[in-house]
Each structure stands twice: as structure tokens, then as C-alpha cells.
């Protein structure tokens, strides 16, 4: 069974860092592109950033890029997003999904990053 | 970037009602738009790939339509699990933008 499971979501202030991580089982890792996707409350969906197998291609939004930076590691069959310089409007419910011929399959359950001070 | 627009942003409608929910990019995607399905406090869920490919699973009451820039998500007859959310999301070039939701609820 596929699973994804994020986690590293949390408080943080205006300007700090955080970094997520999806940890992925069920199926092999390293062939699949995945993404970052998130729902801030009361809001849509926004896709955040894209990244593929070997990491030789990555994708962001324009709203994070510069900000973001998306990595994996095969070998522990995890995926990353690091946020720095985090803002009040980056507060979300953060997802992680697999995607399979350009459609996300597999979602996680999500980890909630709350921005304030 | 591709910019996505969904009509209506919400709608009320009753049990064994058709429901027509539409999309629009900024420019022509092909066939390159799916559908998702979100309810409040779960993650997303694919209905339909390709515009108009149902995904395992899905009931047939579901049917979607269109290309190049115009897409319609169709239900034929309104069930209470419905009631929901709806993304269109394109993957014609990154960023794969999300449509802003139609939201569907009870009359």
C-alpha cells in the first residue's frame, strides 16, 4: 500500500526556516516525480513545487521560489521542503504527493505550518 | 504562467441534481487538466486525468469533458458523499497551477 506521511510542521515566526519531510513507502521511491502542494485555510489549493527522480529537475511556484527548495533521499525514501524566510501567507496545510504520469495518485495526510508571531 | 478560473466558486444543489462545474486556462493546456475532489480536513483526491479519464474507482456519475482552453466537470446525479470541493489542476507547463474551487453544498 502506497503511504505518505509528512511531517515537520509547526509554529514559526515571521523570517524563520522550517524544514518538511515526507517519508514515503509502499512502492519504489526513486522512479516517481513528486510535489509539494498546500491548502491555506480557507483557501484553494496551490501547487508549490515539483521535483523528479534524481533531482535533475525541479519546478516551483513563483510565490516561493527563491524561498523554497524541494530535495529527496532515495536512499531513505523521504522527501524534503525547506521554507526559509517563511511569511504570515505561507500558512498552510502542507502536502506531499506522488505523481504518476502527470497526475498526483498519492496524497499524504498533510502537516500544518502556522506563521505568526 | 497558465492561469486557471473555475465557475461558480459555489453552488447549492440537491440530492439527484446535475451539477456542471467549468474551467478555464489563460492559454490552450490540450487535454492536459485534471480534476480533483477535496473534502474539509482531508487531502485531495483524483477523479479525472487527461480531462476526461475517470480514475479507478470513481462512480460513473462522474464526466468530464473538454480541451485546449474550456473544461466541464459533470455530475449526473448528486449524491450526499458529492458535496465537496472541486480543483481543476493543469499540467501543460509548471507551474501546474490549481483552479481557485468550486464548492459544492446541500440546498
Known amino acids: 500500500e502506497v503511504q505518505l506521511v509528512e511531517s515537520g510542521g509547526g509554529l514559526v515566526q515571521p523570517g524563520g526556516s522550517l524544514r518538511l519531510s515526507c517519508a514515503a513507502s509502499?512502492?519504489?521511491?526513486?522512479?516517481?516525480?513528486m510535489h509539494w502542494v498546500r491548502h491555506a485555510p480557507g483557501k484553494g489549493l496551490v501547487w508549490v513545487a515539483r521535483?523528479?527522480?534524481?533531482?535533475?529537475?525541479?519546478a516551483f511556484a513563483d510565490s516561493v521560489r527563491g524561498r523554497f527548495t524541494i530535495s529527496r533521499d532515495n536512499a531513505k525514501n523521504t522527501l524534503y521542503l525547506q521554507m526559509n524566510s517563511l511569511r504570515v501567507d505561507d500558512t498552510a496545510v502542507y502536502y506531499c504527493?506522488?505523481?504518476?504520469?502527470?497526475?498526483?495518485?498519492?496524497w499524504g495526510q498533510g502537516t500544518l505550518v502556522t506563521v505568526s508571531s | 504562467d497558465i492561469q486557471m478560473t473555475q465557475s461558480p466558486s459555489s453552488l447549492s444543489a440537491s440530492l439527484g441534481d446535475r451539477v456542471t462545474i467549468t474551467c478555464r486556462a489563460s492559454?490552450?493546456?490540450?487535454?492536459?487538466l485534471n480534476w480533483y475532489q477535496q473534502k474539509p480536513g482531508m487531502a485531495p483526491k483524483l477523479l479525472i486525468n487527461?480531462?476526461?479519464n475517470l480514475q479507478s474507482g470513481v462512480p460513473s456519475r462522474f464526466g468530464g469533458s473538454g480541451s485546449g482552453t474550456d473544461f466541464t466537470l459533470t455530475i449526473s446525479s448528486l449524491q450526499i458523499e458529492d458535496f465537496a470541493t472541486y480543483y481543476c489542476?493543469?499540467?501543460?507547463?509548471?507551474?501546474?497551477?490549481f483552479g481557485p474551487g468550486t464548492k459544492v453544498d446541500i440546498k
Open positions: 492559454q490552450s493546456i490540450s487535454s492536459h
Open positions: 487527461g480531462a476526461s
Open positions: 504527493a506522488r505523481e504518476t504520469n502527470w497526475d498526483l495518485e498519492y
Open positions: 489542476q493543469q499540467h501543460h507547463s509548471p507551474p501546474f497551477t
Open positions: 521535483m523528479n527522480g534524481d533531482g535533475s529537475h525541479i
Open positions: 509502499g512502492f519504489t521511491f526513486s522512479p516517481y516525480w
